[in-house]
């Protein structure tokens, strides 16, 4: 990306690719919609199997709207923990959204009832595709509401589809479906793993739950390990450089 | 439970408006930034060892470890993410629909 390159005739010259057309934008959105609705699947099966019903799990998914927050929320109750850590868990992961529309904000400029559903839809991937199409703005633009609104409609289709399926399936724990909750958590945990800092805070914030779990009521370990991004985070930079 | 689910959905969406109403300035502080970026890592490891090993208030190695052995295997295979939460739950309800784990 060169914003700084002033526009000329021969910008998109030979060897070099031209700007992906809304077609193609629209199309990687899809995609990535599509792949979101099938974690949906598995959400919507894994949070019946917890014990919500079917009103339940989708008011999770149209409301709150942020899968790593959903899939901590019905996992934390169904492994027995309380409401209120639920609750605590669920908000702090979701936190980090709210960096995301602090970042989209300046491009978007978006006001009224757009506001107000932009923010709804300010989540990983439409971040991520907004940012990898970031110029013009347009083009970012359309990428943020194309991503968002396929990945709204199929997200909520996909936990429909993962609830109603659950219900039909019957008992769930032997079909090895608490298992499949740890596996979705490390799927969403997996991207995140770049470096020696992510994985030492892994190792680290999971020592940490493990530890206290013996000691404190089910779903407050989880919170406690939320110490180990605060430590980390607010250690100074140098500790981590080289 | 229904207000419960209230709470933390209308929380999670506050802290997306949150940040429509906010000065990006406050992404300027390093530390807050980073802090909030490192969150989501802790407590999805948090979970993942918990929801593995944690039985109520205590320790259990059952078939939850192989299934979540399984998933890392298809994880590095880059698997699909349908693909990874299938095979753990395969591999934990097989091991103990053959009896060799609980």
Known sequence: MSGSEP????????????????????????????????YAISYGAIAVATGLDVWQTQTLS??????????AFVGILGAGGGMVAAVLTALLLGARNGIYSMSLWPRLQL?????????????????????????????????????GLWLFALWNLGTLVGALGATVIGDPGTFGLDAATAAALLALLWPRLVDRQMWAITLAAAGVAIVLTP??????????AAVVALVAGLLPTRMWVR | MWIGILVASLGCYAEKFLGTVLPASVLENERIRRTLGLMPVALLA?????????????????????????????????????????????????????GWAT
């Open chain 2, 46 to 98: 948090a979970l993942v060892a918990v929801q593995t090993f944690g039985s109520g208030m205590s320790l259990a190695l059952d078939a939850r470890a192989a299934g979540l052995a399984a998933a890392i295997i298809a994880l590095i295979l880059r698997a699909p993410f349908l693909v990874v939460v299938i095979v753990a739950a395969v591999t934990a309800g097989g091991l103990r629909a053959l």
């Open chain 1, 62 to 71: 149209l409301l709150m709207f942020t899968g790593a927050s959903q899939f």
């Open chain 1, 215 to 224: 000691v404190l009521q089910p779903g407050v370990p989880v919170l406690a």
């Open chain 1, 7 to 38: 526009p000329s005739t021969g910008r998109y010259g030979r060897g070099v690719a031209p700007p992906p057309t809304r077609r193609q934008i629209h199309a990687k959105a899809v995609s990535i919609a599509v792949a979101s609705g099938a």
């Open chain 1, 111 to 147: 006001r009224g009832g757009r506001r107000l559903i932009g923010a709804q839809l300010a989540i990983d991937e439409t971040t991520a595709m907004s940012i990898a199409h970031a110029e013009p703005v347009e083009d970012s633009r359309y990428a943020f509401w194309v991503t």
